[in-house]
Protein backbone atom coordinates (compact mmCIF):
# COMPACT_ATOMS: atom_id res chain seq x y z
CA UNK A 1 0.00 0.00 0.00
CA UNK A 2 3.02 2.40 0.82
CA UNK A 3 4.24 1.76 -2.70
CA UNK A 4 0.65 2.83 -3.75
CA UNK A 5 -0.05 5.92 -1.58
CA UNK A 6 -0.07 9.24 -3.06
CA UNK A 7 2.99 11.18 -3.27
CA UNK A 8 3.56 15.01 -1.57
CA UNK A 9 3.59 18.10 -4.14
CA UNK A 10 6.02 20.43 -4.16
CA UNK A 11 5.50 24.18 -5.59
CA UNK A 12 8.12 26.48 -5.64
CA UNK A 13 11.62 27.08 -6.10
CA UNK A 14 14.13 23.97 -5.45
CA UNK A 15 16.60 25.86 -3.83
CA UNK A 16 14.17 27.21 -1.47
CA UNK A 17 15.60 28.59 2.05
CA UNK A 18 12.11 28.01 3.53
CA UNK A 19 9.69 25.19 3.26
CA UNK A 20 6.38 25.33 4.21
CA UNK A 21 4.33 21.89 4.87
CA UNK A 22 0.96 21.53 4.30
CA UNK A 23 -2.14 18.92 4.24
CA UNK A 24 -5.74 19.50 4.22
CA UNK A 25 -6.98 23.13 3.90
CA UNK A 26 -3.93 24.75 4.20
CA UNK A 27 -2.88 23.90 0.61
CA UNK A 28 -4.70 27.12 -1.31
CA UNK A 29 -3.43 29.58 1.15
CA UNK A 30 0.07 28.44 1.75
CA UNK A 31 0.29 28.23 -1.80
CA UNK A 32 -0.70 31.76 -2.25
CA UNK A 33 2.22 32.62 0.63
CA UNK A 34 4.32 31.10 -1.53
CA UNK A 35 3.74 33.68 -4.21
CA UNK A 36 3.42 36.58 -2.39
CA UNK A 37 6.77 36.07 -0.72
CA UNK A 38 8.62 35.20 -4.06
CA UNK A 39 7.20 38.78 -5.09
CA UNK A 40 8.81 40.08 -2.46
CA UNK A 41 11.75 38.17 -3.24
CA UNK A 42 11.96 35.86 -0.62
CA UNK A 43 12.72 31.92 -1.46
CA UNK A 44 9.86 30.13 -0.35
CA UNK A 45 8.24 26.40 -1.24
CA UNK A 46 5.77 24.09 0.03
CA UNK A 47 5.25 20.60 0.57
CA UNK A 48 1.51 19.61 0.25
CA UNK A 49 0.81 15.76 1.53
CA UNK A 50 -2.52 14.65 -0.35
CA UNK A 51 -2.57 11.88 1.95
CA UNK A 52 -0.97 11.42 5.56
CA UNK A 53 -1.48 7.23 5.68
CA UNK A 54 0.07 5.40 4.61
CA UNK A 55 2.83 7.66 3.87
CA UNK A 56 6.12 6.55 1.35
CA UNK A 57 8.95 7.99 3.64
CA UNK A 58 11.17 8.17 1.36
CA UNK A 59 9.12 10.46 -0.97
CA UNK A 60 8.24 12.26 1.73
CA UNK A 61 11.87 12.99 2.49
CA UNK A 62 12.77 13.25 -1.15
CA UNK A 63 10.62 16.11 -1.52
CA UNK A 64 11.09 18.07 1.83
CA UNK A 65 15.06 18.11 0.90
CA UNK A 66 17.26 20.06 2.70
CA UNK A 67 15.54 23.81 3.43
CA UNK A 68 17.44 25.25 6.06
CA UNK A 69 13.78 26.28 7.26
CA UNK A 70 10.84 24.18 7.94
CA UNK A 71 7.44 25.65 8.94
CA UNK A 72 4.45 23.39 9.08
CA UNK A 73 1.40 25.20 8.41
CA UNK A 74 -1.61 23.44 10.47
CA UNK A 75 -5.06 24.02 10.79
CA UNK A 76 -5.03 22.34 14.90
CA UNK A 77 -3.36 23.22 17.94
CA UNK A 78 -0.49 19.76 18.43
CA UNK A 79 1.15 19.80 14.76
CA UNK A 80 -0.23 16.78 14.17
CA UNK A 81 1.48 16.90 10.09
CA UNK A 82 5.37 17.61 12.26
CA UNK A 83 4.29 14.86 14.57
CA UNK A 84 3.66 11.90 12.12
CA UNK A 85 6.55 13.13 10.27
CA UNK A 86 9.33 13.15 13.19
CA UNK A 87 7.61 9.53 14.31
CA UNK A 88 8.46 8.15 10.97
CA UNK A 89 12.33 9.26 10.82
CA UNK A 90 11.47 12.14 7.66
CA UNK A 91 11.66 15.13 9.64
CA UNK A 92 13.93 16.42 12.32
CA UNK A 93 12.79 19.73 14.04
CA UNK A 94 10.76 22.64 12.35
CA UNK A 95 8.45 25.75 13.08
CA UNK A 96 4.65 25.18 13.97
CA UNK A 97 1.95 28.13 12.51
CA UNK A 98 -0.71 26.75 14.12
CA UNK A 99 -4.29 28.29 13.89
CA UNK A 100 -6.94 26.80 16.01
CA UNK A 101 -9.89 29.37 16.13
CA UNK A 102 -12.12 27.69 14.19
CA UNK A 103 -11.33 29.90 10.74
CA UNK A 104 -9.13 28.83 7.79
CA UNK A 105 -5.81 29.88 7.24
CA UNK A 106 -5.48 32.94 4.32
CA UNK A 107 -2.55 33.21 1.99
CA UNK A 108 -1.88 36.78 3.59
CA UNK A 109 -1.88 35.73 7.34
CA UNK A 110 0.83 32.50 6.51
CA UNK A 111 2.50 35.65 4.85
CA UNK A 112 2.88 37.88 7.81
CA UNK A 113 3.32 35.01 10.17
CA UNK A 114 6.36 33.37 8.15
CA UNK A 115 8.16 36.96 7.00
CA UNK A 116 10.89 37.77 9.54
Known sequence: M???????ERYGPQDAETLLLTWGSTYGPAREAVD??????????MVHFPQLWPMNTEAAAEAIGSARRIVSVEGNQTGQLATL?????????????TNYTGLPFTGTEITERISP
Open 2 to 8: TAEALAP
Open 36 to 45: LLGERGAAVA
Open 85 to 97: LRSLGVLDECELL
